[in-house]
C-alpha cells in the first residue's frame, strides 16, 4: 500500500471544472493560466500524464480569442470534451488509483 493521498489531486479537478463552467469561449489568460497549472500538476500522477496534457491543450483553445470557433463541432463540444472527458476521465483514474492504494477518499467532492 502507499502512503499517497489523491485528496488534493481532486480538489484541483474539482477548481478545474468549476473554472470551465463559470468561463466562456473567449480569451481569459488568468483562467487558462491557473487550468493550466493544475493540470500540470495532474500530469504527475501515474497513468494521467496524457488526459491532463489534453486538458491543458484543449482549455487554451477554449479559453482563446479565436481558436475555439475553428474547432471541429464548435465550443460547444470542447467544452463537453473538457469537462466530461478530461476532467471525468482523470476523476475516474484518480479515484480508481486512491481505491487501489487504500486511500479512503474515494472520489469524494
Known sequence: MNDRSYASELVALDEIESL?????PYADPPRLARIRFLAAKLAIVPGCNLMANRLGSCAAEYFSARRHRAHANGPDALVHELRYSLVGGLRRAITSLARADGDGSHGQR
Open 20 to 24: 470551465i463552467t463559470s468561463g466562456g
